[in-house]
């Protein structure tokens, strides 16, 4: 009898761990409290300038450089999470991230049945969706 429910326990652990991402999409995933710390800025000293009596050069401002790719959302802990060609489940699934994976807010989000999706960038580029029960918002 121990030897039946320890075989049935490890095959359903197995087939678990195999399906996971598969059904990630169906089940609800409520996000984890996440800490959170402040930082202080430190004021830094401004040196004296001496007035000398030589011409000032004139200075071009220059373009401000393009700014860095930034991640606005990460996945959610718990498992790995489809990264959808489209806001559903019947999209293609372009990668399967892992939890952590840190990802950027496109500016579209689709309400889908009783799912809401946003269309979200990884670092390397490529586009997809992911509803956003599947995420955690990163604050800076």
């Known amino acids: 009898m121990g030897l039946a429910i320890f075989i049935a326990l490890a095959g359903f652990i197995w087939l678990y761990g195999r399906l ?10 409520l996000p984890e409290a ?3 710390s402040v930082v202080t ?13 030589s ?5 071009t401002p220059q373009p401000s450089p393009t700014p860095a790719w930034q991640a606005t959302h990460r996945v959610a802990q718990g498992s790995q999470v489809n990264f959808r060609s489209g806001p ?6 372009v990668a399967v991230l892992e939890p952590g994976t840190e990802l950027r807010f496109l500016g579209e989000q689709e309400q889908v049945g ?3 999706w946003l269309h979200l960038e990884l670092p390397d580029g490529r586009d997809g969706w ?8 990163i604050r800076r």
């Open 55 to 59: 011409p000032t050069p004139v200075v």
């Open 20 to 29: 996971a991402p598969v059904f990630s999409d169906f089940v609800s995933r």
């Open 34 to 36: 996440t800490p959170t």
């Open 88 to 93: 559903g489940t019947q999209y293609q699934v």
């Open 130 to 137: 992911i509803r956003t029960v599947d995420l955690e918002l």
């Open 114 to 116: 009783n799912a809401t």
């Open 41 to 53: 800025p430190e004021a830094t000293p401004v040196a004296a300038v001496r007035a000398t009596s």
